[in-house]
């Protein structure tokens, strides 16, 4: 495989950091964002001369495009971006302040949008280049006290559905990336925990809170894996639209997508009742 120019949100910690070192490992070259010069600085000693670091806030727009532009015109063409920055947002949804939703959105969804609007022009007029996302899991099923986080990586999965229906003409391939429970700070530093503060959720809600802080650290999902798969898939002529990594989360998703399934058999024939008698089917 040639080298390749990538370009990672929120490479750190966690899948972010792992998807970088299985790129540089290959001998890729990486700009990844950071939040602060001294993860920067940890950043770029990786890999000195092809890992490169570049503070950023996902949710400041005009920063991002003009990180895109600088990279483009500094480091390379690029022909990977994964828009991987983003957190988590515990808590019931009757419980989750309007504002905890708002920001949740603001990063998960509107910082990838921001990064893959920014990369996406240059991918245009060279006809190449591999666009991913990282939703989840909780992007294609739900749980119980992660309703903003789950509502968010929904958003992101129709986005990035969209997108590569957009795009495939222009040979530019869109993936979503849906790990399951990884070894990785999510459910620790990267977890905002909204106060309990209604009695009534405590019997459904508070076994699952504990299982999740009780399993962090100790969860199925190897980071380092997931690098190598996210690497595999930039390496063939047709990448899938969807990439669900581990198998806890094939079996969480495959049980969702049967719920759902079921429910639109079930009620096929109500559904049926409200079409006019002559109409354009889309």
């Avoid at 022909?79 to 998960?108: K, S, W």
């Avoid at 893959?116 to 739900?142: D, E, K, N």
């Avoid at 581990?246 to 399934?261: E, F, K, P, W």
Wanted: one cysteine or more.
């Amino acid at each position: 495989m040639r080298e390749q120019k990538w370009l990672i949100t929120g490479v750190s910690t966690g899948l972010g950091r792992a998807f970088a070192q299985a790129a540089l490992a290959a001998g890729h070259t990486v700009v990844g964002t950071v939040r602060s010069e001294q993860d920067l600085r940890a950043f770029e000693e990786l890999e000195p001369g092809h890992a490169h670091g570049r503070v950023l806030d996902v949710t400041d727009g005009d920063a991002v495009s003009n990180v895109i532009t600088e990279v483009e015109q500094n480091v390379g063409a690029l022909d990977v971006v994964i828009a991987n920055a983003g957190y988590g947002v515990e808590g019931t949804f009757e419980e989750t302040p309007l504002a905890e939703v708002r920001r949740q959105f603001e990063v998960n969804v509107l910082g990838t949008v921001a990064t893959l609007q920014a990369a996406l022009p240059h991918m245009r007029r060279r006809r190449h280049g591999h666009l991913m996302a990282v939703t989840s899991m909780g992007g294609l099923m739900a749980v119980p006290g992660l309703s903003a986080y789950c509502g968010s990586k929904f958003a992101l999965e129709g986005i990035l559905e969209a997108l590569g229906k957009e795009v495939a003409q222009f040979g530019i391939h869109v993936t979503a990336i849906e790990p399951g429970s990884f070894r990785t700070d999510w459910a620790g530093r990267s977890m905002s925990r909204v106060a309990q503060s209604i009695d009534d959720y405590d019997e459904l809600f508070a076994p699952i809170r504990e299982a999740r802080q009780k399993a962090s650290g100790n969860q199925l999902g190897n980071p380092a894996k997931a690098g190598d798969a996210v690497l595999h898939i930039t390496s063939v002529d047709q990448p899938p639209a969807h990439l669900v990594l581990g198998s806890d989360a094939l079996r969480l998703v495959n049980a969702a997508r049967t719920a759902v399934d079921e429910d639109i058999r079930a009620w096929e024939t109500l559904s049926r009742t409200t079409d006019f008698a002559e109409g354009a089917q889309l």
